[in-house]
C-alpha cells in the first residue's frame, strides 16, 4: 500500500486526484502477494482521458506484461475504492483480489455506494479487503484538495 501512495502522490503533483494502484501477480498457493506486474496512478488530468484512473492504468499494463487480457489469480492494490467505472473493468479482467485503503462515501463501488466486485449477479466476483492504511490514504486526498479549495 505505501508504494500505491507514492504513486498517488505522483497523480498529485501532476495535477490529478491522488490515487495509485498495483497489479500483483498471484502466489503459487495464493497465500500471499506474487511479482508486482503493473502499476499505475490517475491521468486524467495530465492525458485528457476520461477512463485514465489508477486501476485502469495498472490493469492495462498487467495485462500487457502478462500477455492476456485474463488477470485471474491477481491482486489489484489501489488507495481508494474502486469507482463503478473500475469496478467495471475488475470484474472483466477477471482479478480475483482487490485491496484498498480508503472508502469513497460518494463513488465507491466496493461496498460503500454500490458492491459491483461482489455482485452475484454477474460472471465473476472479486474477493474485498478494504480500509488498509486508511488514515494515511484520506490524509493524502484531503490534503491535496485543501491546496486546490
Given at each position: 500500500?505505501?508504494?500505491?501512495?507514492?504513486?498517488?502522490?505522483?497523480?498529485?503533483?501532476?495535477?490529478?486526484?491522488?490515487?495509485?494502484?498495483?497489479?500483483?501477480?498471484g502466489?503459487?498457493?495464493?497465500?500471499?502477494l506474487g511479482?508486482?506486474?503493473?502499476?499505475?496512478?490517475?491521468?486524467?488530468?495530465?492525458?485528457?482521458?476520461?477512463?485514465?484512473?489508477a486501476?485502469i492504468?495498472?490493469?492495462?499494463?498487467?495485462?500487457?506484461?502478462?500477455?492476456?487480457?485474463?488477470l485471474?489469480?491477481c491482486?489489484l492494490?489501489v488507495?481508494?475504492?474502486?469507482?463503478?467505472?473500475?469496478?467495471?473493468?475488475?470484474?472483466?479482467?477477471?482479478?480475483?483480489?482487490?485491496?484498498?485503503?480508503?472508502?469513497?462515501?460518494?463513488?465507491?463501488?466496493?461496498?460503500?455506494?454500490?458492491?459491483?466486485?461482489?455482485?452475484?449477479?454477474?460472471?465473476?466476483?472479486?474477493?474485498v479487503?478494504?480500509g488498509?492504511?486508511?488514515?494515511?490514504?484520506?490524509?493524502?486526498?484531503?490534503q491535496?484538495?485543501?491546496?486546490?479549495?
Amino acid at each position: 500500500m505505501r508504494h500505491a501512495m507514492e504513486l498517488a502522490r505522483r497523480a498529485g503533483e501532476a495535477g490529478d486526484v491522488p490515487v495509485g494502484a498495483l497489479v500483483f501477480s498471484g502466489s503459487a498457493d495464493g497465500s500471499k502477494l506474487g511479482t508486482l506486474i503493473g502499476s499505475g496512478w490517475n491521468t486524467r488530468e495530465a492525458d485528457g482521458d476520461p477512463c485514465g484512473h489508477a486501476e485502469i492504468n495498472a490493469l492495462r499494463a498487467a495485462a500487457q506484461v502478462m500477455g492476456r487480457w485474463n488477470l485471474s489469480g491477481c491482486t489489484l492494490v489501489v488507495t481508494l475504492e474502486p469507482c463503478t467505472m473500475c469496478a467495471g473493468a475488475i470484474v472483466n479482467s477477471r482479478v480475483s483480489r482487490v485491496v484498498f485503503g480508503a472508502w469513497d462515501e460518494k463513488a465507491g463501488a466496493a461496498g460503500s455506494v454500490r458492491d459491483v466486485l461482489r455482485d452475484a449477479r454477474l460472471n465473476h466476483t472479486v474477493e474485498v479487503v478494504g480500509g488498509i492504511c486508511e488514515e494515511e490514504n484520506i490524509d493524502l486526498l484531503q490534503q491535496w484538495f485543501r491546496q486546490r479549495r
